[in-house]
């Protein structure tokens, strides 16, 4: 069975964490109910920093920061595609104002990837 996902590794602040969690639970909702497969969030539990790279340094974590992890499962990119749409449009993100979001967008990283190996 073929599957895409989209990965995401975000700084979120500890004071934020729960305003974080509760937006994670509502972005879940939209994107299931527009078809996405799967829709998972996970906080840093054992993320040390690294010497060369880590997660910590992939998002110049601050201090008073965590690590969320995250990934949305599709069947295809093209699936991926036309859910990401739906999702985008639906009007419960209408109101989202970017600026005031719970963390820094500007040190999210992301991107799509194509099923490789599975156990």
């Known amino acids: 069975m073929s599957r895409y996902v989209d990965g995401y590794v975000v700084p979120v602040p500890l004071d934020k964490l729960e305003e974080y969690r509760r937006l994670a639970q509502d972005s879940a909702k939209v ?3 527009h078809g996405a497969l799967e ?3 996970w906080v840093a539990d054992d993320v040390k920093p ?3 790279t880590s997660f910590p340094q992939s998002v110049n974590l601050q201090p008073g920061e965590t690590v969320v992890f ?3 499962t599709f069947r295809s990119r093209e699936h ?3 859910v990401n749409e739906l999702a985008m449009k639906d009007p419960r993100f209408a109101n989202l104002d970017p600026k005031a ?5 500007q040190r ?7 099923l490789l190996a599975e156990g």
């Not at 979001?101 to 967008?105: L, Y």
């Not at 999210?108 to 194509?114: E, N, S």
């Open 31 to 33: 994107w299931r109910e």
């Open 39 to 41: 829709y998972c969030e």
């Open 50 to 52: 690294g010497k060369v």
């Open 70 to 72: 995250s990934y949305i």
């Open 80 to 82: 991926r595609d036309q």
């Open 101 to 105: 979001m719970p963390f820094d967008s």
């Open 108 to 114: 999210m990283f992301f991107g799509g990837f194509t």
